[in-house]
């Protein structure tokens, strides 16, 4: 990407509580934007987004994985993140890299906790963000509650901007409401048909079109009193503050769909594309220097000094160790030499890495707002900062959650104890929530975490080292 293109890029993370179809819609995205030329389904092994022998046989997504997709004149970096509470952490780190959010609501009546903490921490990294209600083709699944719970339980101001058409098995398109279209779906390509609406639904298109002037209008106060003397707000108006508003943190928009059916999608990439901020739109990123710890600060600018942040490690089997990090200002280049502030010591990169799931593509250069990956740096491991030598920074890491259990690991041979100590260094590199230590009674290796099924799972992955 040029540097004049990156007003171009979107660096967006998909959350929400488990069990919404947050890993389906993703593949649904880069299945409709012609990323992938198969859509698959986690249910089924298929997804490119899980890919992990641990979460094929759970079925759910336990570490944040990456993808693109190109939609129109963007280009659109994509992560689907964990959604139940054991691997939160891992969501909470990748949301700290990107842009803005899709937040993925529940639609059967069944908002939990981790809606609230993933909802708090957005509001906490004040990241702009659209929400998708997703499998409205399922039984018991209701629009209506879904924007209500945005609404009461989490203090949102959502504004819808499709609405269903039909319900559960007879749901077969969506109502666009800034268009005043029917967008009908007849089979599984993402393609809709557009058609007139019907009396009906114009009904349900016009109190929804209102409600969205209304809340868009109270957003500003010169059209606030433009609205209230005339009576409406011409098209490009109110797109143009309605994506204000959006990035403002002011607004909600509120599409819908279904991932697995690839009904709505369309429109929710065109949201992605019109209504949230590309890096340059995004504030300053605030850090400190390296040598007397002032406050300083890095635009999001190709033509300032290179900086960027680790926030994730992970153990490829075939290119060895993977450090993903978000490039804040400058230029990342395959071959440099850069400083790491954190500690201090220099690491040379080798080829810079695109994520595609579970595979790498190399590239040559990353500007502000991409997600990249480098293998086999020496010394760094994930929080740390990456910086031209030069102009040192050093970011703020997340804090690691405090552990709520721990396991003794016992190797069932000395032997197999070598193996143990090498798994577990290579499962505390990938996962900050974990912590291991030798209780100094017992001489057992300690290893805890967030909870079972995290420690769990992770031990799992660890090549069956260790469970």
């Given at each position: ?83 139940y509470q054991a691997f939160l952490p891992d969501s909470f780190a990748t949301m700290r890299a990107v842009d803005s959010l899709v937040f993925v609501a ?269 293998a086999k740096l020496k010394d760094t491991t994930t929080g740390d900062t990456l910086c031209d030598e030069k102009s040192p920074i050093i970011f703020p ?71």
């Amino acid at each position: 990407m040029a540097a004049e293109e990156i007003g171009r890029l979107r660096t967006i993370a998909i959350v929400g509580q488990g069990a919404t179809g947050k890993t389906e819609l993703a593949e649904a995205m880069l299945f409709t934007a012609g990323t992938l030329t198969r859509q698959g389904r986690p249910d089924d092994g298929t997804a490119a987004m899980d890919f992990e022998p641990e979460e094929l046989h759970r079925k759910i997504s336990i570490s944040s994985a990456f993808h693109h997709y190109n939609w129109k004149k963007d280009e659109v970096i994509v992560a689907d993140t964990p959604g139940y509470q054991a691997f939160l952490p891992d969501s909470f780190a990748t949301m700290r890299a990107v842009d803005s959010l899709v937040f993925v609501a529940t639609a059967g009546g069944d908002l939990k906790v981790e809606s609230e903490k993933i909802w708090a921490e957005m509001n906490e990294l004040r990241l702009p963000r659209i929400a998708f209600v997703s499998r409205l083709d399922r039984e018991r699944n209701n629009f209506d509650h879904a924007m209500a719970d945005l609404e009461k339980a989490l203090d949102a101001h959502p504004v819808a901007l499709t609405l269903p058409i039909g319900a559960e098995l007879t749901f077969n398109g969506v109502i666009d409401v800034l268009a005043m279209k029917a967008l009908m779906y007849g089979d599984v390509s993402g393609k809709p048909k557009e058609e007139a609406l019907s009396d009906e639904q114009k009904e349900r298109a016009e109190t929804a079109r209102t409600r969205l002037c209304e809340a868009v209008a109270e957003t500003d106060d010169a059209l606030l009193e433009k609205y209230l003397d005339k009576g409406v707000l011409e098209d490009a108006e109110l797109r143009t503050a309605l994506r204000a508003a959006t990035i403002a943190g002011k607004l909600t928009p509120v599409l819908c769909g279904s991932g697995l059916k690839n009904i709505g999608i369309g429109p929710l990439l065109d949201a992605i594309d019109t209504l949230l901020p590309a890096p340059n739109e995004r504030p300053a990123r605030k850090g400190f220097s390296g040598a007397n710890s002032e406050p300083v600060e890095r635009a999001p600018d190709p033509a300032a000094p290179f900086s960027a942040f680790v926030f994730k490690t992970v153990i490829d089997p075939f290119a060895g160790k993977l450090s993903i990090f978000r490039v804040v200002s400058g230029r990342a280049a395959s071959d440099a030499t850069v400083l790491n502030s954190t500690r201090g010591v220099r690491e040379r990169f080798g080829q810079l890495l695109r994520l595609e799931g579970k595979k790498q593509s190399p590239i040559t250069t990353a500007l502000p707002g991409e997600i990249v990956a480098v293998a086999k740096l020496k010394d760094t491991t994930t929080g740390d900062t990456l910086c031209d030598e030069k102009s040192p920074i050093i970011f703020p890491a997340s804090e690691r959650p405090a552990p709520v259990i721990s396991f003794a690991i016992r190797p069932k041979t000395k032997g197999d104890e070598q193996k143990a100590s090498q798994a577990l260094q290579h499962l505390v590199e990938e996962d900050r929530a974990l912590e291991t230590h030798r209780d100094s009674q017992t001489h057992d290796i300690i290893l805890s975490g967030t909870g079972q099924m995290h420690i769990e799972a992770r031990s799992r992955s660890s090549n069956g080292s260790l469970m």
